[in-house]
């Protein structure tokens, strides 16, 4: 009999125990305070104030949420391979400025001190912006989670000597509490880090440092953790390509205002679909809702819409033959459909273009991108858009069952570990 071998520490199983309680704690605590937001806007009572309040906290924790999917969405995708980077020349200085600002808030309510060293000319990644600060910012958040009140948080950037390709190598290290020596070599293995001390106080599912090395490897480069043990602080370096010679200058695109339009809304999800049409009425667009697709079909004919939203999974008829048969009907015109899913693989867009449907957005909607394509005066260059679309956002289903069993753990597949 074949005895299975398995690198990973003792306490990983337990570890992904943890990781599916604080999976249900995590997506429990938001949803607590939506609740009591929505009731706070209820009340009979409500002040200005309460209202501005609960307005706030409903947007905070619907980022929270949709950072947190995002993340675990991330891991599954760039651990099979279906994260495609955006690449064009970016600042090194632009990426840690902005990976520091999305910390700012968190280290100073805990008073800790953080201080940026770049160097003396400016250093210049082919890589992808918004990957990079997520990289360098699930760092600096792990930082801050695991040091205490008061304690440095400290990032340095210096040009490797005498490497080829040319490196630059980005140091950030803090006094906190440290890694056990035990841990440290499985520190970027998903599900390992959430047994560091204190993690359930500290929130979070532990998923960012396994993210962090997987994106630093599709960009060329490594990572590694060093730590004296526990009570001994934590330093992580990186290392990425750089570009040999300076970007010539950004190109400024010229600002485009926001035309009205005439949009149809179609959403199984009633809350959705009207809150959508709220803030597109705001704008100055007319609007029509529809929460199925025989009452989709019936709203295209009668309201003679420019842009169709259109959810794909509605249920009886799906968006997909929603779209095929406005397609099939020439009174209505050519309206531009735009799919709306939590899904967005390959296939799933495929089936959307044959389907009829001229561009895509993974929910929940990014309304800038939404803002952007209602604001172009020619919206049917979309079509030519969605020919070529870029698979860089978009979510595979969550296979969330697998990540549990250990496909996605540990150095089983050549994107986790070497």
Known sequence: MRKHTNSAPPG?????????????????????????????????????GDHAQATHIIHRQIENMSRMLDGLLDVSRVTEGKIELRRAPVSLESVL???????????????????????????????????????????LANACKYSGIGCSISVRAERAPDTEPPEVTITIQDDGVGIDPK?????????????????????????????????????GGRIEAHSGGLGQGTTFTAHLPVLRLAPPGPVTKPHVHELPRRILIVDDNTDSARSLAMLQARRGHQTCTAFTGPEALTAAMTFKPEIILLDIGLPGMDGFEVAGRIRAMPEIGRPLIVGMSGYGSREDLARAAAAGFDDYFVKPIDLGALRKLLSDPFPSAARARFANFPITGGTEPLDLKSMVNGRHAGSVRHHSRD
């Open 183 to 219: 841990l440290l070599p499985h520190i970027f293995d998903l599900f390992v880090q959430s047994t560091r001390p204190s993690h359930r106080s500290q929130g979070g599912l532990g998923i960012g440092l396994t993210l962090a090395q997987r994106l630093v490897k599709l960009h």
């Open 12 to 48: 990983v199983d337990r570890g992904k125990d943890e990781f599916l309680a604080m999976l249900a704690h995590e997506l429990r605590n938001p949803l607590s305070a939506l609740r009591n937001a929505a009731e706070l806007l209820d009340g009979e009572h409500t002040t200005e």
């Open 97 to 139: 400025t902005a990976a520091l600002g999305l910390v700012r808030p968190a280290c100073a309510a805990q008073h800790q001190i953080l201080s940026l060293t770049l160097p003396k000319d400016p250093v210049y990644v082919n890589g992808d912006a918004t990957r990079l600060e997520q990289i360098f910012g699930n760092i």
